[in-house]
């Protein structure tokens, strides 16, 4: 018996970002009974042909969480329980931060969409560490790392570097998100230099470890070819182990939200459904360029969805704006189309 709609009936009543809070704590009080969140979820769905061996890692299945729904780390051992192959975690910032000014976060309803510009509200670098490490399952978790607000864009190197020390021996792997457009001046972070500085310097740091990690870049979907290409040979150089593609957009076209309830909601991220076809371009694009491993996300509300975005070329994916629109149980839904797809 499927549950969510009827929960998600409840949680459309509430404020968005209220519905987050609901939603998280409820999880966490449902993390103590995993056999319950699993049925919730449908059962999870294992099989030898969803296993993933990429970076050194062993996904169980390629249907991750994207990162921003737990950005504290709250509820990795529950999202774990309720299907997902992998969790990420953040944007963590070193300092604690609130984020931006509320209203953050609004649901486009008729376009099956989110727009957010939350602004890395986080706990820090140090108390996110502690929630990693008291995890109790083995859930794979990547660490999704940015900068405060207030640092400057030429001391944001040190940022990265901070929470790439602090959260090292706690996650499986790590993305360097400059492609949010929620904190002022980061997607400049996006050009070439500075990016190849950043990604230099946590490379230094991963090499003098005893086993190095895996590192990420997550991108924009308003990059150009000519900026894919650059972010590209960028990757190459640096040698870190893939992209995320994508992050949420600036772009407002073709939606069928009205253009004064587009202007009322302002400035933020847009994802979900509007996203699905352009992120699968990106993902085409770098593979046809590259073969850069790749974590396709943005706009996977279906199963089609996904298969798509597995065959434009992505490893593995990532649900958000999905998840809170179709529930739990599109992840099993995914998993036994790729089960089935093998046999």
């Not at 820090?124 to 940015?146: M, Q, W």
Request: hydrophobic fraction near 40%; charge should be positive; aromatic fraction near 6%.
């Amino acid at each position: 018996m499927n549950l969510y709609p009827l929960a998600k009936q409840f949680l459309f009543q509430l404020n968005p970002e209220e519905a987050h809070h609901f939603t998280i704590h409820n999880l966490q009080l449902a993390g103590k009974f995993p056999k319950l969140l699993e049925a919730l979820a449908g059962g999870k769905v294992q099989h030898p042909s969803l296993h993933k061996s990429l970076w050194g890692i062993d996904f169980p299945n390629p249907v991750g969480l994207a990162a921003g729904l737990d950005k504290n780390g709250d509820v990795i051992d529950e999202m774990g329980y309720m299907g997902f192959g992998f969790v990420e975690v953040g944007t963590i910032t070193p300092k604690p931060q609130p984020g931006n000014e509320k209203p953050r976060l609004f649901r486009l309803v008729k376009d099956y969409a989110l727009v957010n510009r939350m602004g890395f509200n986080n706990v820090g670098a140090e108390v996110a560490a502690e929630k990693l490490k008291r995890r109790k399952t083995n859930v794979v978790v990547g660490a999704n790392i940015g900068k405060n607000k207030v640092t400057p864009n030429e001391e944001a190197i040190r940022d990265y570097e901070y929470c790439f020390k602090k959260l090292f021996d706690y996650a499986d792997y790590f993305v360097v998100n400059v492609s949010s457009p929620n904190t002022p001046g980061l997607r400049e972070l996006q050009d070439k230099d500075s990016l190849t500085a950043i990604l230099n310097s946590l490379q230094d740091i991963n090499h003098s470890k005893e086993k190095n990690k895996p590192i990420l870049l997550k991108i924009a979907p308003d990059l150009t070819d000519e900026q894919i290409k650059d972010v590209i040979s960028v990757v190459q150089q640096t040698k870190i182990q893939g992209l995320i593609a994508t992050n949420t957009t600036i772009a407002r076209t073709g939606l069928n939200c009205s253009a004064q309830e587009i202007e009322k909601i302002g400035a933020g991220g847009l994802s979900g459904k509007p996203l699905t076809r352009r992120a699968t371009e990106v993902i085409r694009f770098i593979k046809a360029n590259s073969s850069i491993s790749v974590i396709g996300v943005g706009g996977i509300m279906t199963v089609e969805d996904a298969l798509e975005k597995l065959d434009a070329g992505a490893d593995l994916i990532q649900l958000y704006t999905g998840f809170i629109y179709e529930g739990p149980k599109l992840i099993r839904a995914i998993n036994r189309a790729l089960v089935k797809r093998s046999n």
